[in-house]
């Protein structure tokens, strides 16, 4: 859809594009009378004030936007490394917003990059978000010509570039490592389980046990909300004490070196009794002790694909289909397997 412009807006209320322009900013040398009448056609038109209009029509914007869930989570932090890195050397910046696993500040930060400020968004969607509504912001953005990179958390039946994980192989490996390890009671922890990609990992999961003859037990599938970290050590405790688990996938960093800390406290040795494998690889399982078998999720790798498919879609380097790269997760042993 073609961007409507001031010179369109001047065309369709009869104004000059001076007289548009003073009225769009609320000038005091325009009437309200034909302040109003300009700003009902612009809003009927979907023109919104493009502040960056001239080096648009320069091709100089080199401005990318990263939305993520939290700048925190180490797995987030190594995507925004990657990408930065990339971007740098093909000449764009890249501009960091975080929307907290807020569905208000996810819609937010993108209804404010509608105003011409960047050139391309690479985004994980929050956790909780609407997908009709998340559709609908993006789709606005498409009407501006400013293409979107969905990675890791993204909507299958949206139309944009994709760079995502197989989430129900990750899982899945978990568990054929653990029941190798001869581990059959195989606890699942997801912070992430309403999410599409929690229901992967769960699937994935559910599947594996399957596959190794283990029965599935809903008392071994927890489901944690961002303020229930007390769970943890209620259930946790629970399962250890009564024997009814021998092993632990954690999809999460922080909620991971926290079980392991609370199943040494707890007296059971880590691995004989109880083994744990934690989702995204970094230093805080290389350091534990004993260290933790973690699903490297190859978050570097993911920001710089992500980043080369937005620089390559904004120069017109690739065609009208749209690209899904799928990057392999891998485990990477360590003693607490």
Do not use: W
Not at 296 to 308: P, R, T, V
């Amino acid at each position: 859809m073609k961007k409507i412009t001031i010179q369109d807006l001047s065309k369709a209320t009869g104004f000059s594009k001076s007289t548009v322009s003073k009225a769009i900013n609320n000038s005091k040398e325009i009437s309200k009378k034909t302040k109003k009448k300009i700003n009902n056609y612009a809003k009927k038109l979907n023109y919104r004030p493009n502040y960056f209009a001239s080096n648009l029509r320069k091709n100089s914007i080199k401005n990318i936007a990263i939305v993520v869930p939290s700048i925190l989570n180490y797995y987030f932090a190594k995507v925004i490394k990657g990408a930065q890195n990339t971007l740098f050397k093909s000449g764009y910046n890249l501009i960091c917003f975080f929307n907290d696993e807020s569905i208000s500040k996810e819609k937010k930060i993108l209804n404010n990059l509608q105003n011409g400020s960047v050139a391309g968004i690479i985004i994980s969607c929050a956790k909780n978000s609407n997908t009709k509504k998340l559709i609908k912001e993006l789709d606005k953005l498409k009407k501006f010509n400013t293409p979107t990179v969905m990675f890791d958390r993204v909507i299958d039946n949206y139309d944009s570039d994709k760079v995502s994980m197989d989430n129900h192989e990750a899982t899945y490996e978990c568990v054929k490592h653990l029941t190798k390890k001869g581990k059959k009671k195989i606890a699942l922890i997801s912070p992430i389980h309403e999410t599409t990609i929690g229901q992967d990992r769960f699937r994935g999961y559910k599947d594996a046990l399957k596959s190794e003859n283990l029965k599935f037990d809903e008392d071994l599938y927890i489901r944690l909300s961002r303020d229930e970290d007390k769970i943890i050590e209620s259930e946790i405790s629970k399962l250890c004490l009564s024997n009814k688990i021998d092993s632990i996938i954690c999809i999460e960093q922080i909620t991971t070196v926290a079980i392991h800390r609370l199943v040494q406290k707890l007296g059971k040795n880590i691995p004989d009794e109880i083994s744990i494998i934690g989702f995204t690889d970094g230093p805080l399982f290389k350091y534990t002790n004993p260290s933790i078998t973690s699903l490297d999720q190859h978050g570097e790798y993911f920001g710089k694909l992500s980043a080369k498919l937005i620089v390559q879609r904004i120069e017109g380097k690739i065609g009208e289909k749209f690209i899904h790269e799928k990057i392999p997760c891998s485990i990477v042993e360590r003693n607490s397997t």
